[in-house]
């Protein structure tokens, strides 16, 4: 059941309604939810006088206990963020979790997505990174998934209104995977946005 309500706007017609939102998703205690999370649709509104669906937002914890992960999807707020920084660095059980803080719906599902095949984010990026060199462009990439048996790791980025897919094989995540043991300073603690522009200024 939802914790509560958000209040919600449509982007065509302007209807307000106060609609049902969760707190908390947990993975292993609703994975059920945790499926209609990852379809988006706990962030859609469809409003009933016009039929257009809204993206909206606001504040979630997706809890993973098996892979001992937390996400804070958060509504920008620094003095939220702070103390929900605290209290996950002052909760008993917590010490070896990953805490990640992210900005929007998109980024929370391409995190779980990412754990949930047995990834990390930090490599991913670094993946990223040396992908976005080869193409020669500076594109917004996103984890979509693994496939075939070599594990080929496929990425979505938008360009000219359409979603478009590129290809890396999984020995580019491997040496990122590598250069990450290498230097374990870059394994954050606590609760820590890790993305493109947290890995741009690591390496400068």
Not at 71 to 99: C, F, P
Not at 149 to 158: C, G, M, V
């Amino acid at each position: 059941m939802p914790d509560g309500t958000v209040h919600a706007r449509c982007r065509h017609c302007s209807r307000e309604a106060d609609i049902p939102a969760y707190n908390i998703v947990n993975s292993r205690e609703n994975p059920e939810l945790k499926q209609q999370l990852l379809l988006g649709r706990i962030f859609i509104w469809t409003c009933p006088s016009c039929g257009t669906d809204n993206l909206v937002r606001y504040p979630l914890l997706y809890h993973d206990p098996d892979e001992k992960l937390l996400i804070w999807l958060s509504d920008g707020v620094k003095e939220v963020e702070d103390r929900m920084a605290q209290t996950i660095a002052s909760e008993e059980g917590l010490a070896d979790y990953t805490a990640r803080i992210v900005d929007t719906p998109g980024d929370l599902l391409e995190k779980i997505k990412i754990y949930d095949a047995g990834l990390e984010d930090i490599p991913m990026e670094i993946c990223k990174f040396v992908t976005r060199q080869e193409m020669g462009k500076d594109v917004d990439l996103k984890f979509f998934r693994m496939e075939g048996a070599d594990n080929r790791i496929l990425l979505t980025y938008p360009e000219n209104g359409e979603m478009q897919v590129i290809g890396t094989g999984f020995s580019v995540y491997e040496d990122a995977a590598g250069i990450m043991r290498r230097n374990p300073q870059m394994k954050t603690c606590g609760l820590t946005r890790v993305d493109r522009f947290w890995l741009e200024n690591y390496l400068r």
